[in-house]
């Protein structure tokens, strides 16, 4: 049996392939955000306002999904001037040095419907170690444009100091001033972009 082929791979392969498909992330409707308790007792808010990724995502079994991701550091906003600056020092994320926060998955797994973790490699002040990310696919839709977009909501948490991240100031009443914790929130919406991939199996239809 003759078995159609591009770029050196059979259609079954692309085809398999295909159920992966290609998407960006909508920095407009995207939201990555992170929040630390302060003085012990209150917690300041803050986010990234610039950022990029790739998803393949396997609708079908989210579990065939990856992820990729990059932070620039200097985009960081606590709505204060003056607290984003000392973020951006050595104290903290040292962006001159280390101007971005990078991820990348490894594996996925199911935790129940709709509900995974996703497990991988985050790097912050050039400091690469694992975390596993509470993840929730909401499933995809149609935008009034066309365009098919997808729902992913994430939650984690981890120690800052495991990258490095050490500044503190004792309190006189005990604890400290930043927490070591930091909660991470991200609302994404990613937006499907063909591929060769599926163009060469569009063709071969």
Excluded at 121 to 150: C, M, N, W
Excluded at 191 to 196: G, L, N, S, T, W
């Amino acid at each position: 049996m003759f078995l159609p082929r591009h770029g050196g791979e059979t259609l079954p392969a692309l085809m398999e392939r295909e159920r992966t498909m290609s998407w960006k992330i909508d920095n407009v409707h995207t939201h990555v955000s992170f929040s630390v308790k302060h003085m012990m007792v209150t917690t300041v808010r803050g986010k990234f306002t610039s950022y990029r990724g790739t998803v393949r995502l396997d609708p079908k079994d989210f579990t065939r999904s990856t992820f990729e991701g990059e932070i620039d550091v200097a985009s960081v906003d606590t709505g204060n001037v003056d607290r984003d600056n000392h973020l951006r020092t050595n104290d903290f994320f040292d962006a001159p040095n280390h101007p971005n926060i990078t991820f990348k998955s490894s594996r996925i797994e199911l935790k129940d419907a709709g509900d995974y973790v996703v497990h991988g490699d985050l790097t912050i002040r050039g400091v690469t170690k694992p975390i596993a990310l509470d993840v929730e696919f909401l499933g995809t839709s149609k935008s009034p444009y066309g365009q098919t977009i997808a729902g992913i909501g994430v939650r984690g948490k981890l120690n800052r100091k495991d990258f490095g991240v050490n500044f503190n100031a004792l309190l006189e009443t005990g604890g400290v001033a930043v927490s070591e914790t930091v909660k991470l929130e991200l609302d994404i919406e990613a937006i499907e972009v063909k591929d060769e991939v599926s163009n060469a199996v569009a063709a071969t239809a």
